[in-house]
């Protein structure tokens, strides 16, 4: 079994579907292994997209997942991280297909209702990051 992260962004945690997101998660074969609520603070957001530090959105995406509450969990089943990724949707909610979660929950680049690892190396990085001792 493989394990990725999943962290349902502060848009989505305001608009109450957090519920419905594991829902689904979980009607697509994963199975949620550790989950919690946090408020990042700005040096913590800012050390989880430290590879965006140079990136000239890095300030506003910090600034977004500081902006409230958001809720990792690491998610596990065979082939997690691609299949995360392709059922999440692309990055840019305006184009994630409907039945996708960016799709039905997100509304742009930056409100796109979840973040989920890109490789099972960052998933490891990411899930100690938020679940580490």
């Given amino acids: 079994m493989e394990r990725t992260l999943m962290i349902v962004k502060p848009d989505a945690v305001a608009k109450n579907a957090i519920g419905q997101i594991i829902a689904r998660v979980e009607s697509e074969g994963f199975v949620v292994r550790q989950l919690r609520m946090v408020e990042l603070s700005v040096e913590r957001a800012g050390d989880f997209y430290a590879v965006h530090r140079e990136r000239p959105f890095y ?56 973040h989920a690892s890109d490789s099972t190396d960052n998933a490891a990085i990411e899930i100690e990051f938020f679940f580490g001792e």
Wanted: proline residues 7%.
């Fill in 59 to 114: 300030g506003e995406l910090v600034g977004f997942m500081t902006s409230g509450p958001a809720v990792p969990m690491v998610l596990e089943r065979e082939n997690a991280v691609a299949h995360l990724r392709g059922y999440i949707g692309p990055t840019n909610s305006n184009e994630a297909p409907a039945g996708t979660i960016r799709g039905d929950f997100g509304t742009d680049v930056q409100f796109n209702a979840v």
